[in-house]
């Protein structure tokens, strides 16, 4: 009876310190195991503190993104402005650079072939009056075998064996292309008798005169620059 | 045998504690008060066994009754948004040093006792 009621005790007492040791490691494994910081974790006072200062914040933040918004306006408007103004110039830039040859142009025009004959030689007197013929005529570009003719183009005879256009020497056959009203370009070259066309076939030499709807001439290669010539004040 | 039970039981509780699943945040809470509650009675059965007046009925009954008492009471100090769980906590705690400070001093009285005997007896020899 005596040893009964001790194996009771006994199990009686182990059952309980099984009983709390269990419960004691399964809460530290949970305190271990549960991350504190996170939302699911918390208690209410704590989520109404965080809930609170994200408030705080969120405004802070839509505060300075309406902040950010206005400057990002400024900032557009300036730079529409500005960009405004670049395009200006730059459309003035390119108009100039058509108007003095540095860019490669096209448009409707003519194409004067002139040829080397047995007889005759093309001089360089030939494509200066061809010049000036065409640009009474009002073409509005010109070019010699792809040397383009601009404000200081000189085209002159080397020795009467070559001919130089802005310094660079060129041969028969001479292609002169221009662009203009095709129909006064044509008819100003091809008078009667006075005309260039009628002269230099008098004189022999071969002149082929086209007609084109498009033509390309190329821009001016070389260096376009005022060493003396300066603004006037 | 009582100790090799215990032991024992200490041994498998802690292997089963680790291996369960964990539980909620929110009921840790009440398991902790539960645990403060049995750790008091268990203190409070090593106590009442220094002093010969130890039940193994009370001490269950209190073990368990305690410890459910306490969760109880968590939960309608959360209901009435009163926080009981710290009156509990107070109580455990504050008993839980009593029981110690009985249980401390009876062990340092025995230890002294046993010193002084043995000085007795040496004395007793040496006068012998």
């Known amino acids: 009876m005596e040893k009964r009621n001790k194996i009771i005790f006994s199990i009686i007492l182990g059952v309980v310190c099984f009983i709390l040791t269990m419960v004691i490691f399964l809460q530290f494994k949970t305190i271990s195991q549960t991350d504190i910081i996170s939302i699911e974790s918390m208690r209410e006072e704590e989520l109404k503190q965080e809930l609170s200062t994200y408030k705080t914040k969120y405004d802070e933040v839509v505060t300075k993104l309406e902040e950010n918004n206005k400057k990002i306006l400024e900032y557009e408007k300036s730079l529409s402005s500005e960009e405004e103004a670049t395009n200006l110039i730059n459309k003035e830039l390119e108009e100039s650079n058509d108007l003095i040859g540095k860019n490669s142009v096209q448009g409707e025009g003519i194409i004067i072939t002139l040829t080397d004959t047995k007889d005759s030689k093309i001089t360089a007197n030939d494509l200066l009056t061809l010049m000036n013929e065409l640009k009474q005529a009002g073409a509005e570009a010109i070019s010699i075998n792809d040397q383009r003719i601009v404000y200081n183009t000189y085209i002159v005879d080397i020795n009467y064996t070559y001919i130089s256009v802005n310094g660079k020497r060129i041969v028969s056959p001479y292609v002169v292309k221009a662009i203009g009203n095709t129909t006064y370009l044509e008819s100003a070259l091809s008078q009667k008798q006075y005309g260039y066309i009628d002269k230099m076939l008098a004189a022999k030499k071969s002149v082929v005169l086209e007609r084109q709807s498009l033509i390309d001439i190329a821009n001016y290669t070389g260096d376009l620059s005022f060493e003396y010539v300066k603004e006037e004040k | ?128």
Not at chain 2, 2 to 30: D, E
Not at chain 2, 60 to 65: D, K
Not at chain 2, 66 to 75: G, K, Q, Y
């Open chain 2, 1 to 128: 045998m009582v100790i090799l039970a215990i032991i024992i039981g200490c041994i498998v509780g802690a292997l089963v504690g680790i291996n369960l699943p964990t539980i909620s945040y929110t009921y840790s809470g009440y398991l902790a008060i539960g645990i403060i509650a049995a750790i008091d009675s268990v203190f409070g059965g090593i106590t009442a066994s220094i002093n010969g007046k130890f039940d193994l009925r009370v001490f269950v009954s209190g073990f368990f009754g305690n410890a459910i008492l306490a969760m109880l009471l968590t939960l309608l100090g959360e209901k009435l948004n009163v926080d009981i769980y710290l009156a509990a906590i107070v109580v455990f705690v504050w008993r839980m040093f009593t029981n110690l400070a009985i249980i401390r001093r009876h062990y340092i009285d025995k230890l002294i006792n046993k010193m002084e005997n043995k000085k007795n007896e040496n004395k007793k020899e040496s006068v012998g």
